[in-house]
């Protein structure tokens, strides 16, 4: 598991995911704020605020991952 991830784990962060994903209107569209609950090898999973649901938990493969902007705190 990359160590990088692991480190995430409990912290706020914008990811962003690959188009496919964003297609299936899984996610919104852009980067999105989100939480690391736990990581694996090909598993992230992930919490953040919808508008309409409130809080969402998803679990979502590593690969559709394109890119994570860590926030200061």
């Known amino acids: 598991m990359s160590k990088i ?4 784990v409990n ?8 188009e496919e994903w964003y297609g ?5 569209v852009g980067a999105t704020l989100v939480t690391v609950l736990e990581v694996d090898e090909q598993w992230i999973k992930i919490s953040y605020q919808d508008k309409k649901k ?3 938990t998803k679990i979502v493969r590593i690969e559709r991952v394109e890119g994570i902007e860590l926030l200061k705190e």
Do not use: I, K, N, R
Request: glycine share 4%.
């Open 24 to 28: 299936d209107a899984v996610l919104p």
């Open 54 to 56: 409130g809080e969402v």
């Open 11 to 18: 912290q706020s962060c914008q990811m962003t995911f690959d």
């Open 5 to 8: 991830l692991q480190s995430l």
